[in-house]
């Protein structure tokens, strides 16, 4: 995207622009330790992750890798690991 001095970008860009790329480390939810609190929701600078049916749920499209919701979350029911691609 080429963007001139001044310039603004257009609204939604953050869908087009998928993240899930940047990865080094990619979250895993353990869906037993998991309660559906919704603090990693809270959390998540990227807006990646649902509660669903009482569970954390991930969209790795998006989800960079940041891990931050595994440091928040107060049940330690996110592990981070290394992303293999
Ligand atoms: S913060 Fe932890 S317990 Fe709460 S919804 Fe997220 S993964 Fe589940
Ligand atoms: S690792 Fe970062 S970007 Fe990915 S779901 Fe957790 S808080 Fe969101």
Redesign the pocket.
């Known amino acids: 995207m080429r963007l001139n001095a001044g310039a603004v970008c257009a609204g939604g860009g953050s869908y087009v622009n998928k993240t899930g790329h940047w990865r080094t480390f990619i979250p895993r939810?353990d869906t037993d330790?998991?309660?559906?609190?919704?603090?990693?929701?809270t959390y998540c600078p990227d807006s990646s992750?649902e509660?669903v049916e009482k569970?954390?749920q991930i969209d790795y499209d998006y989800c960079k890798g940041c891990g931050v919701?595994a440091h928040?979350?107060?049940?330690e029911?996110?592990a981070m690991e290394e992303e293999r691609k």
């Not at 330790?33 to 919704?38: R, Y």
């Not at 928040?72 to 049940?75: F, L």
């Open positions: 939810v330790k998991c309660n559906g609190c919704g603090i990693c929701y992750i509660i569970t954390a919701c928040e979350c107060p049940r029911a996110i």
